[in-house]
Protein backbone atom coordinates (compact mmCIF):
# COMPACT_ATOMS: atom_id res chain seq x y z
CA UNK A 1 0.00 0.00 0.00
CA UNK A 2 1.62 3.51 -0.90
CA UNK A 3 1.48 6.18 0.86
CA UNK A 4 -1.33 8.72 0.53
CA UNK A 5 0.05 11.37 -2.33
CA UNK A 6 2.53 8.86 -3.86
CA UNK A 7 1.31 7.63 -7.41
CA UNK A 8 2.42 4.18 -8.33
CA UNK A 9 4.46 5.66 -11.31
CA UNK A 10 6.40 7.03 -8.68
CA UNK A 11 7.22 4.14 -6.35
CA UNK A 12 7.95 2.21 -9.58
CA UNK A 13 10.42 5.07 -10.79
CA UNK A 14 12.11 5.14 -7.49
CA UNK A 15 12.47 1.11 -7.07
CA UNK A 16 13.84 1.21 -10.32
CA UNK A 17 16.29 3.81 -9.38
CA UNK A 18 17.43 1.79 -5.93
CA UNK A 19 17.87 -1.46 -8.21
CA UNK A 20 19.75 0.36 -10.62
CA UNK A 21 21.70 1.56 -7.74
CA UNK A 22 22.95 -1.48 -6.21
CA UNK A 23 23.78 -3.32 -9.23
CA UNK A 24 25.79 -0.65 -11.06
CA UNK A 25 27.91 -0.26 -7.75
CA UNK A 26 28.43 -4.17 -7.40
CA UNK A 27 28.58 -4.84 -10.60
CA UNK A 28 31.58 -2.10 -10.70
CA UNK A 29 29.47 0.24 -13.42
CA UNK A 30 30.88 3.12 -11.39
CA UNK A 31 30.88 5.48 -14.36
CA UNK A 32 27.38 4.46 -15.23
CA UNK A 33 26.26 4.34 -11.42
CA UNK A 34 26.83 8.08 -11.90
CA UNK A 35 24.20 8.85 -14.29
CA UNK A 36 22.27 8.13 -12.04
CA UNK A 37 22.70 11.35 -10.40
CA UNK A 38 20.83 14.31 -11.81
CA UNK A 39 22.74 17.48 -13.14
CA UNK A 40 22.53 19.54 -10.04
CA UNK A 41 23.75 17.13 -7.43
CA UNK A 42 25.66 15.65 -4.45
CA UNK A 43 26.63 12.28 -3.08
CA UNK A 44 27.24 12.22 0.86
CA UNK A 45 28.83 9.62 3.29
CA UNK A 46 28.37 10.47 6.94
CA UNK A 47 28.31 8.50 10.40
CA UNK A 48 24.74 8.18 12.44
CA UNK A 49 27.87 8.67 15.24
CA UNK A 50 28.84 12.56 14.00
CA UNK A 51 24.65 13.14 12.92
CA UNK A 52 23.59 11.93 16.33
CA UNK A 53 26.02 14.67 17.72
CA UNK A 54 24.71 17.09 15.14
CA UNK A 55 29.08 17.28 13.81
CA UNK A 56 29.15 18.44 10.45
CA UNK A 57 32.11 16.17 9.24
CA UNK A 58 32.11 13.66 6.56
CA UNK A 59 33.85 10.72 4.90
CA UNK A 60 33.16 11.59 1.39
CA UNK A 61 31.21 14.29 0.20
CA UNK A 62 30.63 15.35 -3.49
CA UNK A 63 29.50 18.26 -3.63
CA UNK A 64 27.99 18.43 -7.04
CA UNK A 65 28.54 16.15 -10.25
CA UNK A 66 31.70 16.92 -11.22
CA UNK A 67 33.60 15.81 -7.68
CA UNK A 68 31.65 12.64 -7.70
CA UNK A 69 33.41 11.90 -11.14
CA UNK A 70 36.51 13.19 -9.62
CA UNK A 71 35.68 10.36 -7.25
CA UNK A 72 35.58 7.85 -9.28
CA UNK A 73 38.09 8.60 -11.64
CA UNK A 74 40.98 8.37 -8.77
CA UNK A 75 39.24 5.12 -7.97
CA UNK A 76 40.40 4.08 -11.19
CA UNK A 77 43.32 5.75 -11.97
CA UNK A 78 44.76 6.83 -8.89
CA UNK A 79 43.45 5.19 -5.43
CA UNK A 80 44.80 1.68 -3.92
CA UNK A 81 42.63 -0.04 -2.16
CA UNK A 82 41.23 -3.45 -1.00
CA UNK A 83 40.30 -5.54 -3.69
CA UNK A 84 36.47 -6.64 -3.41
CA UNK A 85 33.30 -6.90 -4.34
CA UNK A 86 30.71 -4.73 -2.92
CA UNK A 87 26.90 -6.43 -2.72
CA UNK A 88 24.31 -3.92 -1.47
CA UNK A 89 21.13 -5.10 -0.09
CA UNK A 90 17.99 -2.39 -0.18
CA UNK A 91 15.29 -2.49 2.01
CA UNK A 92 12.08 -1.09 0.96
CA UNK A 93 11.84 2.55 0.47
CA UNK A 94 9.92 5.09 2.71
CA UNK A 95 8.52 7.45 0.03
CA UNK A 96 7.17 11.16 0.92
CA UNK A 97 6.91 14.30 -1.31
CA UNK A 98 9.46 16.77 -0.66
CA UNK A 99 9.99 20.43 -1.14
CA UNK A 100 10.28 21.92 -4.82
CA UNK A 101 8.78 18.67 -7.25
CA UNK A 102 11.58 16.63 -5.20
CA UNK A 103 10.74 13.30 -3.38
CA UNK A 104 12.10 12.74 -0.29
CA UNK A 105 13.23 8.30 0.09
CA UNK A 106 14.66 7.02 2.88
CA UNK A 107 16.06 2.91 2.61
CA UNK A 108 18.10 0.74 5.06
CA UNK A 109 20.90 -0.57 3.18
CA UNK A 110 23.41 -3.65 3.63
CA UNK A 111 26.87 -3.66 1.98
CA UNK A 112 28.88 -6.87 2.01
CA UNK A 113 32.23 -6.67 0.81
CA UNK A 114 34.14 -10.19 -0.07
CA UNK A 115 37.47 -10.35 -0.99
CA UNK A 116 39.18 -11.97 -4.39
CA UNK A 117 39.30 -15.55 -2.35
CA UNK A 118 35.70 -15.88 -2.09
CA UNK A 119 35.75 -14.13 1.79
CA UNK A 120 32.46 -11.94 2.77
CA UNK A 121 32.15 -9.51 5.57
CA UNK A 122 29.27 -7.01 6.42
CA UNK A 123 31.26 -3.98 5.39
CA UNK A 124 28.63 -1.13 6.24
CA UNK A 125 24.61 -0.80 7.39
CA UNK A 126 23.26 2.03 7.75
CA UNK A 127 20.37 4.25 5.79
CA UNK A 128 19.67 6.08 2.75
CA UNK A 129 18.19 9.76 2.83
CA UNK A 130 17.47 10.66 -0.95
CA UNK A 131 15.76 13.61 -2.70
CA UNK A 132 14.40 12.23 -5.82
CA UNK A 133 12.98 13.96 -9.29
CA UNK A 134 10.98 11.60 -11.46
CA UNK A 135 10.03 12.79 -15.22
CA UNK A 136 8.45 10.73 -17.25
CA UNK A 137 8.45 7.50 -15.25
CA UNK A 138 12.86 8.06 -14.87
CA UNK A 139 13.73 8.66 -11.35
CA UNK A 140 16.91 10.84 -10.73
CA UNK A 141 19.14 11.20 -7.60
CA UNK A 142 19.62 15.01 -6.69
CA UNK A 143 20.95 14.43 -3.52
CA UNK A 144 22.62 11.06 -1.68
CA UNK A 145 23.37 11.14 1.78
CA UNK A 146 24.37 7.28 2.93
CA UNK A 147 24.21 7.70 6.92
CA UNK A 148 26.41 4.78 8.43
CA UNK A 149 25.46 3.07 11.06
CA UNK A 150 29.08 1.52 10.62
CA UNK A 151 31.25 3.88 11.87
CA UNK A 152 34.06 1.99 12.15
CA UNK A 153 35.87 1.49 9.04
CA UNK A 154 36.57 -2.06 8.29
CA UNK A 155 40.00 -1.34 6.22
CA UNK A 156 39.36 1.85 4.15
CA UNK A 157 36.29 3.06 2.44
CA UNK A 158 36.91 3.44 -1.47
CA UNK A 159 33.97 2.82 -3.60
CA UNK A 160 30.92 4.45 -3.11
CA UNK A 161 28.36 3.32 -0.59
CA UNK B 1 53.16 -10.34 34.72
CA UNK B 2 54.48 -11.00 30.97
CA UNK B 3 58.26 -12.42 30.86
CA UNK B 4 61.00 -10.92 30.07
CA UNK B 5 61.00 -10.48 25.90
CA UNK B 6 64.38 -11.49 23.84
CA UNK B 7 64.75 -9.78 20.74
CA UNK B 8 67.75 -11.25 18.37
CA UNK B 9 67.89 -7.56 16.76
CA UNK B 10 70.31 -8.26 13.55
CA UNK B 11 71.60 -4.50 13.89
CA UNK B 12 72.21 -2.01 16.70
CA UNK B 13 70.38 0.89 14.36
CA UNK B 14 66.81 -0.67 13.89
CA UNK B 15 67.74 -0.93 10.18
CA UNK B 16 66.25 -4.40 10.44
CA UNK B 17 63.12 -4.92 12.14
CA UNK B 18 61.97 -8.46 13.08
CA UNK B 19 58.54 -8.95 11.46
CA UNK B 20 57.74 -11.21 14.41
CA UNK B 21 57.22 -7.75 16.46
CA UNK B 22 54.20 -7.13 14.67
CA UNK B 23 52.90 -10.44 15.56
CA UNK B 24 53.97 -12.26 19.17
CA UNK B 25 51.06 -11.12 21.71
CA UNK B 26 53.38 -11.14 24.52
CA UNK B 27 55.17 -8.48 22.52
CA UNK B 28 51.76 -6.67 22.69
CA UNK B 29 51.42 -7.17 26.11
CA UNK B 30 54.21 -6.10 27.59
CA UNK B 31 53.80 -2.86 25.05
CA UNK B 32 50.52 -2.44 27.18
CA UNK B 33 52.02 -2.31 30.21
CA UNK B 34 55.27 -0.72 29.16
CA UNK B 35 55.05 1.76 26.40
CA UNK B 36 51.12 2.66 26.95
CA UNK B 37 51.68 2.63 31.01
CA UNK B 38 54.88 3.65 30.68
CA UNK B 39 56.80 6.99 31.31
CA UNK B 40 55.31 8.32 28.35
CA UNK B 41 52.24 11.21 27.77
CA UNK B 42 49.50 9.84 25.80
CA UNK B 43 46.88 11.63 23.71
CA UNK B 44 43.51 11.90 25.59
CA UNK B 45 40.80 14.14 23.72
CA UNK B 46 40.74 18.22 23.07
CA UNK B 47 39.88 19.91 25.45
CA UNK B 48 37.32 21.71 23.32
CA UNK B 49 35.50 18.30 23.50
CA UNK B 50 34.40 18.78 27.35
CA UNK B 51 33.37 22.63 27.23
CA UNK B 52 31.33 22.20 30.24
CA UNK B 53 31.61 20.65 33.97
CA UNK B 54 29.97 17.22 34.22
CA UNK B 55 30.96 16.84 30.28
CA UNK B 56 33.07 13.09 29.91
CA UNK B 57 34.27 11.42 27.06
CA UNK B 58 35.77 7.77 26.82
CA UNK B 59 39.19 7.22 24.95
CA UNK B 60 41.62 4.61 24.85
CA UNK B 61 45.02 4.43 26.70
CA UNK B 62 46.69 1.54 24.75
CA UNK B 63 44.02 -0.70 25.22
CA UNK B 64 42.95 0.32 28.30
CA UNK B 65 39.56 1.74 28.71
CA UNK B 66 39.44 5.25 30.14
CA UNK B 67 37.03 7.87 30.72
CA UNK B 68 38.12 11.87 30.93
CA UNK B 69 35.96 14.14 32.65
CA UNK B 70 35.81 17.75 33.56
CA UNK B 71 34.55 18.37 36.73
CA UNK B 72 32.08 20.73 38.34
CA UNK B 73 35.20 22.72 39.35
CA UNK B 74 36.31 22.64 36.05
CA UNK B 75 39.21 20.17 36.56
CA UNK B 76 40.06 17.56 33.95
CA UNK B 77 40.39 14.09 34.99
CA UNK B 78 41.04 10.56 33.30
CA UNK B 79 40.50 7.24 35.05
CA UNK B 80 40.42 3.76 33.74
CA UNK B 81 36.70 2.90 32.99
CA UNK B 82 36.43 0.15 35.25
CA UNK B 83 33.96 -0.41 38.26
CA UNK B 84 36.25 -1.34 41.08
CA UNK B 85 34.03 -3.55 42.21
CA UNK B 86 33.36 -6.23 39.41
CA UNK B 87 35.50 -4.37 36.29
CA UNK B 88 32.15 -3.71 34.67
CA UNK B 89 32.92 -0.34 32.05
CA UNK B 90 31.54 2.70 34.67
CA UNK B 91 30.67 4.72 31.46
CA UNK B 92 28.92 3.06 28.43
CA UNK B 93 27.84 6.11 26.31
CA UNK B 94 30.92 7.62 24.05
CA UNK B 95 30.64 10.97 25.45
CA UNK B 96 27.40 12.50 27.82
CA UNK B 97 27.39 15.26 30.94
CA UNK B 98 26.56 13.77 34.44
CA UNK B 99 26.86 14.56 37.96
CA UNK B 100 27.72 11.31 39.05
CA UNK B 101 29.03 8.32 37.48
CA UNK B 102 27.20 4.92 38.22
CA UNK B 103 28.22 1.40 36.91
CA UNK B 104 25.07 -0.28 36.57
CA UNK B 105 25.17 -3.33 37.28
CA UNK B 106 25.33 -3.07 41.24
CA UNK B 107 24.91 0.80 41.10
CA UNK B 108 28.68 1.87 42.25
CA UNK B 109 28.62 5.36 42.24
CA UNK B 110 31.59 7.84 40.98
CA UNK B 111 31.84 11.36 41.18
CA UNK B 112 33.57 13.38 38.44
CA UNK B 113 36.91 13.24 39.60
CA UNK B 114 36.50 9.54 39.71
CA UNK B 115 36.70 8.42 43.29
CA UNK B 116 34.34 5.77 44.56
CA UNK B 117 31.55 7.73 46.72
CA UNK B 118 28.76 5.27 47.08
CA UNK B 119 28.20 1.65 47.61
CA UNK B 120 24.46 0.35 47.64
CA UNK B 121 23.70 -1.48 50.98
CA UNK B 122 26.99 -0.71 52.09
CA UNK B 123 26.10 -0.61 55.86
CA UNK B 124 23.58 -3.41 54.90
CA UNK B 125 19.76 -3.52 55.86
CA UNK B 126 18.74 -3.78 59.12
CA UNK B 127 22.36 -4.60 60.58
CA UNK B 128 22.75 -7.44 58.19
CA UNK B 129 24.94 -8.17 55.61
CA UNK B 130 27.01 -5.12 53.66
CA UNK B 131 30.25 -4.30 53.63
CA UNK B 132 33.42 -5.03 55.92
CA UNK B 133 33.10 -1.68 57.94
CA UNK B 134 36.86 -1.07 57.18
CA UNK B 135 36.06 -1.30 53.66
CA UNK B 136 37.92 1.90 52.25
CA UNK B 137 35.95 4.03 49.17
CA UNK B 138 39.41 5.97 49.08
CA UNK B 139 41.77 3.61 48.17
CA UNK B 140 39.20 1.03 46.02
CA UNK B 141 38.27 3.75 43.11
CA UNK B 142 39.55 3.18 39.53
CA UNK B 143 43.05 3.87 38.65
CA UNK B 144 43.86 7.09 37.58
CA UNK B 145 45.93 8.87 35.36
CA UNK B 146 47.94 11.84 35.96
CA UNK B 147 46.39 15.02 33.22
CA UNK B 148 48.03 17.78 31.68
CA UNK B 149 46.98 20.25 29.05
CA UNK B 150 49.11 22.17 26.56
CA UNK B 151 47.41 24.27 24.98
CA UNK B 152 43.75 22.75 24.73
CA UNK B 153 45.43 18.88 24.01
CA UNK B 154 45.17 16.80 26.46
CA UNK B 155 47.28 14.25 27.80
CA UNK B 156 47.59 11.23 30.51
CA UNK B 157 50.48 9.58 31.78
CA UNK B 158 49.65 6.16 33.93
CA UNK B 159 53.44 6.22 35.11
CA UNK B 160 54.98 8.47 38.20
CA UNK B 161 58.31 8.71 36.79
CA UNK B 162 56.96 10.42 33.40
CA UNK B 163 59.16 13.20 32.84
CA UNK B 164 56.96 17.03 32.74
CA UNK B 165 55.04 17.05 29.26
CA UNK B 166 57.02 20.46 27.71
CA UNK B 167 60.05 18.39 28.31
CA UNK B 168 58.44 14.94 26.43
CA UNK B 169 56.88 16.91 23.81
CA UNK B 170 60.34 19.12 23.09
CA UNK B 171 61.11 22.07 21.59
CA UNK B 172 59.09 21.34 18.33
CA UNK B 173 56.09 19.25 19.92
CA UNK B 174 55.66 22.12 21.64
CA UNK B 175 55.65 24.25 18.86
CA UNK B 176 53.53 22.46 16.47
CA UNK B 177 51.09 21.92 19.40
CA UNK B 178 51.08 25.63 19.61
CA UNK B 179 51.27 26.20 15.68
CA UNK B 180 47.55 24.06 15.50
CA UNK B 181 45.84 25.63 18.77
CA UNK B 182 46.96 29.01 18.38
CA UNK B 183 43.24 29.97 19.01
CA UNK B 184 40.49 28.22 19.97
CA UNK B 185 39.20 25.06 18.18
CA UNK B 186 35.72 23.78 17.22
CA UNK B 187 35.32 20.39 16.56
CA UNK B 188 33.69 19.39 13.52
CA UNK B 189 33.35 15.22 14.48
CA UNK B 190 35.18 12.02 14.10
CA UNK B 191 36.36 9.05 11.96
CA UNK B 192 37.15 5.49 13.00
CA UNK B 193 39.02 3.43 11.22
CA UNK B 194 39.75 -0.13 12.19
CA UNK B 195 42.61 -2.02 10.87
CA UNK B 196 43.32 -5.53 10.76
CA UNK B 197 47.22 -4.88 11.74
CA UNK B 198 49.56 -4.20 14.17
CA UNK B 199 49.43 -0.77 15.53
CA UNK B 200 53.59 -0.39 15.31
CA UNK B 201 52.70 -0.47 11.48
CA UNK B 202 50.68 2.42 11.68
CA UNK B 203 53.12 4.22 14.27
CA UNK B 204 55.50 3.40 11.29
CA UNK B 205 53.20 4.74 8.42
CA UNK B 206 53.09 8.00 10.19
CA UNK B 207 56.68 8.31 10.19
CA UNK B 208 57.50 7.01 7.09
CA UNK B 209 58.08 10.44 4.55
CA UNK B 210 59.18 7.91 1.94
CA UNK B 211 55.92 6.42 1.33
CA UNK B 212 53.89 9.56 1.20
CA UNK B 213 54.26 10.70 -2.55
CA UNK B 214 54.35 7.13 -3.65
CA UNK B 215 51.78 5.05 -1.88
CA UNK B 216 49.10 7.76 -1.85
CA UNK B 217 49.66 9.03 -5.39
CA UNK B 218 46.81 11.64 -5.55
CA UNK B 219 49.34 13.58 -3.77
CA UNK B 220 51.59 13.58 -6.67
CA UNK B 221 48.85 13.44 -9.47
CA UNK B 222 47.26 16.18 -8.49
CA UNK B 223 50.55 18.42 -7.02
CA UNK B 224 49.55 18.76 -3.45
CA UNK B 225 52.53 17.18 -2.01
CA UNK B 226 55.18 15.87 -3.60
CA UNK B 227 59.18 14.68 -2.34
CA UNK B 228 60.23 17.62 -4.52
CA UNK B 229 58.63 20.36 -2.03
CA UNK B 230 60.89 21.23 0.06
CA UNK B 231 60.29 19.92 3.29
CA UNK B 232 62.09 17.29 5.73
CA UNK B 233 61.64 15.42 8.55
CA UNK B 234 62.60 16.52 12.59
CA UNK B 235 62.82 14.94 15.43
CA UNK B 236 62.83 15.71 19.31
CA UNK B 237 66.46 14.64 20.91
CA UNK B 238 65.33 11.49 21.79
CA UNK B 239 63.94 10.69 18.03
CA UNK B 240 60.89 9.18 19.53
CA UNK B 241 58.41 11.94 18.53
CA UNK B 242 58.85 12.75 14.56
CA UNK B 243 57.71 15.75 11.71
CA UNK B 244 56.95 15.56 7.93
CA UNK B 245 56.75 18.52 6.82
CA UNK B 246 56.47 20.55 3.30
CA UNK B 247 56.41 23.96 1.83
CA UNK B 248 53.10 25.27 -0.39
CA UNK B 249 54.33 25.80 -3.80
CA UNK B 250 58.39 25.42 -3.64
CA UNK B 251 58.78 23.00 -6.69
CA UNK B 252 58.08 23.28 -10.13
CA UNK B 253 56.28 21.04 -12.23
CA UNK B 254 59.02 20.52 -14.56
CA UNK B 255 61.38 19.73 -11.40
CA UNK B 256 58.24 17.20 -10.37
CA UNK B 257 58.26 15.74 -13.63
CA UNK B 258 62.11 14.76 -13.55
CA UNK B 259 62.00 13.19 -10.30
CA UNK B 260 59.37 10.63 -10.82
CA UNK B 261 59.81 10.26 -14.51
CA UNK B 262 60.11 6.22 -15.01
CA UNK B 263 59.14 5.52 -11.39
CA UNK B 264 56.78 2.86 -12.19
CA UNK B 265 52.44 3.64 -10.85
CA UNK B 266 53.42 7.26 -10.62
CA UNK B 267 52.07 9.61 -13.01
CA UNK B 268 51.44 13.33 -13.46
CA UNK B 269 49.85 15.26 -15.57
CA UNK B 270 47.94 12.33 -16.53
CA UNK B 271 44.36 13.85 -15.37
CA UNK B 272 43.19 16.92 -13.74
CA UNK B 273 40.09 17.40 -11.19
CA UNK B 274 36.82 18.61 -12.91
CA UNK B 275 36.64 20.64 -9.35
CA UNK B 276 39.55 21.70 -7.68
CA UNK B 277 38.19 22.42 -4.55
CA UNK B 278 39.42 19.85 -2.78
CA UNK B 279 43.53 21.27 -3.82
CA UNK B 280 42.19 24.89 -2.92
CA UNK B 281 44.76 26.51 0.25
CA UNK B 282 44.04 29.04 2.48
CA UNK B 283 46.90 30.11 3.82
CA UNK B 284 46.77 30.35 7.53
CA UNK B 285 49.71 29.52 9.15
CA UNK B 286 52.49 32.37 9.32
CA UNK B 287 55.54 30.04 8.66
CA UNK B 288 54.14 28.73 5.27
CA UNK B 289 54.04 25.01 5.58
CA UNK B 290 50.72 23.30 3.59
CA UNK B 291 51.48 19.44 4.94
CA UNK B 292 52.39 19.25 8.77
CA UNK B 293 52.13 16.12 10.42
CA UNK B 294 54.21 15.95 13.36
CA UNK B 295 53.62 12.45 15.36
CA UNK B 296 53.74 12.38 19.14
CA UNK B 297 55.16 9.02 21.03
CA UNK B 298 53.40 6.69 21.09
CA UNK B 299 49.72 7.65 20.04
CA UNK B 300 48.92 11.06 18.62
CA UNK B 301 49.09 12.70 15.38
CA UNK B 302 48.32 16.28 14.57
CA UNK B 303 47.82 16.44 10.65
CA UNK B 304 47.34 19.38 8.40
CA UNK B 305 46.73 19.08 4.96
CA UNK B 306 45.87 21.96 3.01
CA UNK B 307 43.03 23.52 5.51
CA UNK B 308 41.92 20.40 6.76
CA UNK B 309 43.26 19.46 10.21
CA UNK B 310 42.81 16.88 12.32
CA UNK B 311 44.50 14.57 15.37
CA UNK B 312 44.80 11.11 14.94
CA UNK B 313 44.81 8.69 18.02
CA UNK B 314 46.35 5.16 17.88
CA UNK B 315 44.01 2.72 19.71
CA UNK B 316 45.38 -1.03 19.59
CA UNK B 317 42.64 -3.55 20.03
CA UNK B 318 44.43 -6.89 20.05
CA UNK B 319 47.96 -7.68 18.20
CA UNK B 320 46.28 -7.73 14.85
CA UNK B 321 43.93 -4.94 15.06
CA UNK B 322 43.95 -1.22 15.85
CA UNK B 323 41.52 1.48 15.59
CA UNK B 324 42.70 4.70 13.80
CA UNK B 325 40.21 7.70 15.68
CA UNK B 326 40.36 11.18 14.21
CA UNK B 327 38.95 14.06 15.22
CA UNK B 328 38.75 16.59 12.43
CA UNK B 329 38.57 20.40 13.84
CA UNK B 330 38.47 23.97 12.51
CA UNK B 331 38.16 27.19 14.66
CA UNK B 332 35.70 29.21 16.29
CA UNK B 333 36.35 31.75 14.87
CA UNK B 334 36.01 30.11 11.37
CA UNK B 335 32.73 31.90 9.04
CA UNK B 336 30.06 29.84 7.42
CA UNK B 337 32.57 29.48 4.19
CA UNK B 338 35.46 28.19 5.85
CA UNK B 339 33.87 25.68 7.79
CA UNK B 340 32.27 24.57 4.32
CA UNK B 341 36.09 24.49 2.77
CA UNK B 342 37.46 23.09 5.66
CA UNK B 343 34.38 20.33 5.25
CA UNK B 344 35.28 19.50 1.43
CA UNK B 345 39.01 19.16 2.59
CA UNK B 346 38.00 16.37 4.86
CA UNK B 347 37.67 14.16 1.44
CA UNK B 348 41.78 14.53 1.49
CA UNK B 349 42.00 12.57 5.49
CA UNK B 350 40.09 9.90 7.11
CA UNK B 351 39.14 6.42 6.32
CA UNK B 352 37.88 7.43 2.73
CA UNK B 353 40.42 10.08 2.26
CA UNK B 354 42.36 10.32 -1.02
CA UNK B 355 45.63 10.96 0.70
CA UNK B 356 44.68 8.78 3.75
CA UNK B 357 42.61 5.64 2.59
CA UNK B 358 45.86 3.31 1.41
CA UNK B 359 47.47 3.19 4.68
CA UNK B 360 44.91 0.66 6.04
CA UNK B 361 45.32 -1.09 2.99
CA UNK B 362 49.25 -1.28 3.24
CA UNK B 363 49.55 -2.28 6.50
CA UNK B 364 46.71 -5.17 6.27
CA UNK B 365 48.96 -7.13 3.46
CA UNK B 366 52.09 -6.45 5.85
CA UNK B 367 50.26 -8.21 8.17
CA UNK B 368 49.02 -11.13 6.37
CA UNK B 369 52.37 -11.77 4.55
CA UNK B 370 54.62 -11.81 7.32
CA UNK B 371 52.60 -13.76 9.38
CA UNK B 372 54.39 -16.87 9.49
CA UNK B 373 57.43 -15.06 9.73
CA UNK B 374 59.37 -15.82 12.81
CA UNK B 375 63.34 -15.02 11.57
CA UNK B 376 63.09 -12.33 9.06
CA UNK B 377 63.29 -8.87 9.10
CA UNK B 378 61.88 -5.59 7.57
CA UNK B 379 64.87 -3.34 5.79
CA UNK B 380 64.74 0.28 7.07
CA UNK B 381 67.57 1.81 5.00
CA UNK B 382 66.13 4.37 3.18
CA UNK B 383 68.03 7.30 4.13
CA UNK B 384 71.34 5.41 5.33
CA UNK B 385 71.99 3.28 8.72
CA UNK B 386 73.44 4.58 11.51
CA UNK B 387 72.99 7.78 13.36
CA UNK B 388 68.92 9.25 13.71
CA UNK B 389 69.39 12.34 12.61
CA UNK B 390 66.94 15.62 11.16
CA UNK B 391 67.02 15.74 7.29
CA UNK B 392 66.03 18.40 4.82
CA UNK B 393 64.27 15.87 2.68
CA UNK B 394 61.71 13.08 2.98
CA UNK B 395 63.39 10.34 0.79
CA UNK B 396 64.58 8.79 4.01
CA UNK B 397 62.89 6.29 7.19
CA UNK B 398 64.95 7.34 9.44
CA UNK B 399 62.01 8.40 11.66
CA UNK B 400 61.07 4.86 11.65
CA UNK B 401 64.44 3.85 13.75
CA UNK B 402 64.29 6.53 15.83
CA UNK B 403 60.63 4.91 16.75
CA UNK B 404 61.92 1.94 16.96
CA UNK B 405 65.24 2.96 19.36
CA UNK B 406 62.51 4.50 21.40
CA UNK B 407 59.93 1.80 21.85
CA UNK B 408 63.06 -0.77 22.63
CA UNK B 409 64.30 1.56 25.39
CA UNK B 410 60.89 1.65 27.34
CA UNK B 411 60.58 -2.44 26.38
CA UNK B 412 63.89 -2.55 27.91
CA UNK B 413 65.23 -4.86 24.76
CA UNK B 414 67.55 -2.49 23.48
CA UNK B 415 70.30 -4.45 21.66
CA UNK B 416 74.09 -4.55 22.44
CA UNK B 417 75.48 -0.95 21.19
CA UNK B 418 72.17 0.15 20.40
CA UNK B 419 71.81 4.02 18.75
CA UNK B 420 69.66 6.13 20.53
Known amino acids: MSAPGVPREVRDAIADLLAEYALRLDEDRLEEWIDLFDADCSYKVVTRENVEQGLPNILIWCANKDMIRDRVDSYRNVNEYNLHWDRHVIGAPRIRAGDSGAWQVEASYSLFQTDLEGVSRLFSVGRYQASVLVTDGLARLRELVAVADTGSIPTLLATPV | ?420
Not at chain 2, 332 to 360: I, W
Not at chain 2, 391 to 410: K, Q
Open chain 2, 1 to 420: MPQALKIDWPRNDYSRVPFRLYHDPSVYALEMERVFRGPVWNYLALEAELPNPGDYRTTWIGDSPVVVTRAQDGTIHAFVNRCAHRGAQIVRRTHGNAAELVCIYHRWCYNLQGELIGIPFRRGLKGEGGMPADFDLKTAGPRHLTVANFHGVLFGTFSADTEPLEQYLGEFGTGMIERFMHKPVRVLGYSRQMVNGNWKLYAENLRDTYHASLLHEFFVTYGVDRATQRGGVKMDARHRHNMNHAYAATDTQEEARAAYAGQAGVALDRMRLRDASLLKYVPEFADGMNLAAPTIFPNMLLIQINNTLATRQIRPKAVDSFEIFQTVFGYVDDDEEMTRHRLLLANLVGPAGFVSMEDGEAIEIIQKATRPETTASAVFEMGGRGPLTDLAHRVTETPIRGFWSYWSELMGVEPEGAIR
